[in-house]
């Protein structure tokens, strides 16, 4: 019995033995050999996550954002982006950290925003978390505007007058913003010849709700209208060419930018700033259409760099010297000077001035590898 059971089961494994063997003679693929699987090492570094910087459309901000990606990008070996938003995209961004950086904080412009997300630890200031009118000594880490000045501004030469280029004294006597009233005519809107012209922040910053609030306090609304540009580049238009022109016009911007440091300018008198009139303004800016019982100056303050606390504790290298980095006033303005006048890139100008500035810059690095951070940067610009 046991023999019977037993031949038909041989015959089968010979019969399948050979059928193997005529397969793979006629070139049946054989399974693969599985190759062995790259297994990380202690040496293996991490890779290096994207840092996402908050562009508000402004010529000091664009020159940080390509100064600092240079860096960070060809010395740190960090891949970078930018984020083109207003105010209002960063107070969701920079905390729900869509965007990481933002390295022109105007914390006084945004005070009530700012003290609660830092104070939650949701944000976190790389000078340290003081009141946004609170100004540190020039230079400061964390700091990168040592004094953010802004208002509205006339050329000087309507106050003064201007030998040299031919042009007489058209309102001797304006000092202030509520003098304006007096010469409305030499400032007279073309669409609406009854009143004066002003031209306002940029349309979607906190400055252009903040000027509108004012105006509505100060009831310049019936002697004068507000024009709003959309972006910085009309902005920066409508004050440099009526500028060069020698044309009269009152417009509100800030400083240190090219437009005022590298201009004869004047900034317009408002009642001093206080603890009251912010209280007005905050609230008033809440909603359209921006009405405030007290208008006063702009606060004079600082900016700083400001960072969301999550991805700051996951990148304390790139935290490290994003607080060490600081580009004085005067070279700042120059480097917008320079974007327009020799009609250059942002990242032409950055690398101009890294080339230049080598004793700056190499302060802003303090790693322990600070001398192949620096090499590399080395290389980086010497091949441009």
């Known amino acids: 019995m046991f023999s019977k059971i037993l031949k038909p089961r041989l015959l089968g494994l010979l019969v399948g033995a050979i059928g193997m063997v005529l397969a793979t003679a006629c070139g049946a693929a054989a399974t693969p050999t599985p190759e062995p699987t790259a297994i990380p090492t202690a040496t293996t570094p991490p890779p290096k996550e994207k840092v996402m910087f908050h562009d508000g459309q402004w010529g000091s901000n664009w020159v940080h954002l390509a100064v600092s990606r240079y860096v960070l990008e060809n010395g740190y070996g960090y891949p970078t982006e930018e984020v083109q938003g207003s105010t209002g995209t960063q107070k969701l961004t920079l905390v729900e950290g869509d965007v990481h950086v933002n390295m022109e904080t105007w914390r006084m412009n945004i005070p009530e925003w700012y003290l609660e997300n830092t104070e939650a630890g949701l944000l976190r200031d790389l000078a340290g978390t003081t009141h946004p009118q609170t100004m540190l000594p020039a230079g400061s880490p964390g700091q990168t505007i040592a004094v953010a000045g802004q208002g509205f501004y006339v050329p000087t030469y309507l106050i003064e007058g201007d030998a040299e280029r031919g042009i007489e004294a058209t309102a001797p006597d304006l000092k202030s913003v509520q003098d304006l009233r007096n010469y409305k005519e030499l400032f007279s809107d073309p669409n609406d010849p009854s009143k004066g012209m002003v031209l306002n922040c940029i349309l979607g910053w906190e400055c252009q709700k903040i000027n509108r609030a004012k105006w509505f306090a100060y009831d310049m609304y019936t002697d004068f ?111 917008e000077a320079d974007k327009m006048e020799k009609e250059m890139e942002w990242v032409e100008v950055a690398i101009d001035y890294l080339k230049k500035n080598k004793d700056t810059w190499s302060t802003w690095i303090q790693d322990d590898n600070r001398d192949e951070i620096i090499a590399e940067l080395d290389k980086a610009l010497a091949a441009e």
């Open 225 to 335: 209208n507000m024009i709003e540009p959309g972006g910085s580049a009309a902005l920066k238009a409508g004050v440099v060419g009526p500028y060069e022109a020698g044309e009269p016009f009152v417009s509100y911007y800030w400083q240190p930018t090219d437009v005022i440091n590298l201009r004869e300018m004047t900034l317009l008198e408002e009642p001093k700033h206080n603890a009251e009139c912010q209280a007005a303004m905050d609230l008033a800016v809440e909603e359209e259409p921006y009405e405030s019982t007290i208008g006063c100056a702009f606060p004079i303050g600082d900016a700083h760099t400001v960072v969301n606390a999550a991805w700051a504790d996951r990148n304390p290298q790139v935290v490290q010297f994003l607080t060490n980095y600081y580009v004085p006033p005067k070279p700042l303005a120059q480097m």
